[in-house]
């Protein structure tokens, strides 16, 4: 049903994803700021799915493009399960969604997070100048 601050910080729901995405018809953009320098960063994905509650919600992403070094989001993310703290699906044994603090894509804990409530920050690996980010943004783009 979605939550947060529409202006703001807000997740559409991931019933709602899963419907907007089934045909493929968005691309999904992550923009990441940089901590310290303030330099903003991207990856774009031609391909975005995010399958039903059936399924975990599994991520379905692909076709990357953008100035953000590498394809470090779907490297770590593509394929995985939606893990809550409810609902541990990572693939590492501590529950990565408690650990920092919300449902996410979670493969394991570390190199990539940029939805991250309780984390020691949010963070893109392999970020010219280091993978600390000061804010995120994730949002589809009609194709």
């Known amino acids: 049903?979605?939550?947060?601050?529409?202006?703001?910080?807000?997740?559409?729901?991931?019933?709602?994803?899963?419907?907007?995405?089934?045909?493929?018809?968005?691309?999904?953009?992550?923009?990441?700021?940089?901590?310290?320098?303030?330099?903003?960063?991207?990856?774009?994905?031609?391909?975005?799915?995010?399958?039903?509650?059936?399924?975990?919600?599994?991520?379905?992403?692909?076709?990357?493009?953008?100035?953000?070094?590498?394809?470090?989001f779907g490297l770590h993310h593509n394929g995985q399960k939606f893990s809550t703290i409810e609902r541990d699906n990572d693939r590492v044994s501590s529950n990565c969604a408690a650990l920092l603090g919300g449902g996410f894509w979670w493969s394991d804990c570390g190199l990539c997070h940029v939805n991250a409530a309780r984390s020691t920050g949010y963070f893109y690996c392999a970020l010219p100048g280091g993978g600390h980010l000061q804010s995120t943004r994730m949002w589809l783009q009609c194709k």
Do not use: C, H
């Open 1 to 72: 049903m979605g939550f947060g601050d529409p202006s703001g910080n807000y997740w559409l729901g991931n019933d709602l994803l899963s419907q907007l995405t089934a045909n493929y018809r968005y691309k999904l953009r992550i923009d990441l700021q940089q901590n310290g320098t303030g330099n903003w960063y991207y990856a774009e994905y031609s391909r975005f799915r995010v399958q039903s509650e059936a399924d975990s919600y599994t991520l379905m992403v692909s076709g990357f493009s953008g100035n953000a070094s590498w394809d470090a």
